[in-house]
């Protein structure tokens, strides 16, 4: 019978665990704190630990938790079910639980079949829920499915120890909840079709600000790229990507989301020589860069009222409307009060402006750059950027 090992989050251990199965590994094991919220899970780690259990479920083990080997050390990671189907073949599951990231992969159950074959090497292959490689630029050819090179050295180094002599494992990962989840990814635009990408460089997820994370921003980029383009348009986020559909005459892979890491992505577009580049999104976001905030989460700096209130100063907005910009609870506000005194674009070219400069000045890029109101009224007409025609 197949056995149900759900637990609480704690699913890494940092101690020197025996795994099951008399898997010894010779790292240490990962240093972090075990309570912290900054870490989870790769699903790469994931798939790797399914694997195991999968592989031990065979000889008859219903490990509760395995330990697997990762470029950081050993973790020890708990197992949601294993059972074993026949003398040659297991399957076995693990949860990514959660930690503090808006990560749409937590809680998602990652499955692993193991058979058991009599000629050596290990075969990963990728079925329900997994995606597939459509477009270049990324880690992995077009055609092959997406778990990249980390987690596939991870699954293999992993299974090799325990395998008789002589025999090799083909391996079958399987999300079934994949499918939907890649619908709130980046995998669309990056060409990952189909399902999820098996991910992970160390084995350990951090929060969002990690280098996993900016290298999910750049593969963007790296598409954009390896697809020929030299013209780009960077934005914030969903609105934006939507608003530069409506507004420009570009394919969708020419759009780059850059999500809080504003600062990050202008660093990789200056090293990548790109002929042309836009800067385009709502001014809450976009006048951020004007005071040199590159980093543009809301907990982590703001300045819009200060930064508004300051150009309305420069463009001669008097103390009265300088307050009241100041004191107005939302950007949208203070464009209302702006509109109101006529005073909106030449705030606005200002802001845009000084957005160039810092740009210059600190990633030496000089972008075209169009502020927008939510309902995608351009603010700024110092621009030379071509418009679709109405």
């Known amino acids: 019978m197949e056995e149900d090992h759900s637990s609480p989050k704690d699913q890494i251990s940092q101690s020197n665990s025996k795994s099951s199965g008399g ?19 790769t699903t790469g780690s994931a798939a790797t630990a399914a694997a195991l259990a999968a592989r031990l479920s065979i000889d008859g083990e219903t490990p509760s938790s395995v330990t697997i080997e990762t470029p950081l050390g050993s973790l020890d990671i708990l197992v949601k079910s294993s059972q074993k189907l026949d003398d040659h073949s297991g ?40 995606g597939r490689i459509t477009k270049p630029g990324l880690q992995l050819p077009i055609g092959e499915m997406a778990i990249n090179p980390v987690p596939r050295k991870m699954i293999i180094s992993n299974l090799e120890r325990t395998l008789p002599e002589g025999k090799g494992a083909l391996v079958l990962i399987t999300i079934p909840q994949g499918k939907d989840i890649a619908k709130r990814t980046m995998n669309p635009r990056l060409g990952i079709v189909d399902g999820i990408s098996i991910l992970g460089t160390t ?34 986020g969903n609105i934006g990507e939507k608003l530069a559909r409506e507004l420009l005459d570009v394919d969708d892979d020419q759009i780059i989301q850059m999500g809080n890491l504003v600062g990050f992505m202008l660093e990789e577009a200056s090293k ?91 990633f030496n890029i000089l972008p075209e750059v169009i502020i927008l109101k939510m309902d995608g009224t351009i603010l700024n007409n110092n621009h030379n950027v071509q418009l679709k025609s109405c």
């Open 23 to 41: 898997n010894k590994l010779p790292h240490s094991p990962v240093s972090f704190p075990v309570e912290s919220d900054d870490y989870g899970i």
């Open 91 to 130: 399957v076995a599951s693990v949860v990514k639980f959660p930690y503090h990231d808006p990560d749409v992969t937590i809680n998602l159950e990652v499955q692993a079949k193991v058979t058991i074959q009599d000629k050596p090497g290990i075969l990963i292959q990728g079925g329900e829920g997994v």
């Open 203 to 236: 084995g350990v997820a951090r929060s969002m600000n990690s280098d996993s994370f900016q290298k999910s921003k750049k593969c963007q980029l790296d598409v954009a790229l390896a697809e020929g383009y030299r013209e780009l348009v960077f934005v914030p």
């Open 272 to 362: 990548s020589g790109l002929n042309r580049l836009i800067l385009m999104g709502h001014a809450g976001k976009l006048v951020k860069l004007a005071g040199g905030i590159f980093q543009t989460e809301h907990r982590l700096a703001d300045g819009r009222r200060e930064i508004i209130t300051t150009h309305t100063g420069l463009m001669g907005g008097n103390n009265k409307i300088m307050k009241e910009v100041y004191h107005s609870n939302t950007t949208e506000d203070m464009l209302e009060i702006l509109e109101r005194e006529e005073m909106a674009e030449k705030v606005f070219n200002s802001i845009a402006q000084a957005i160039q400069k810092r740009c210059q000045e600190k």
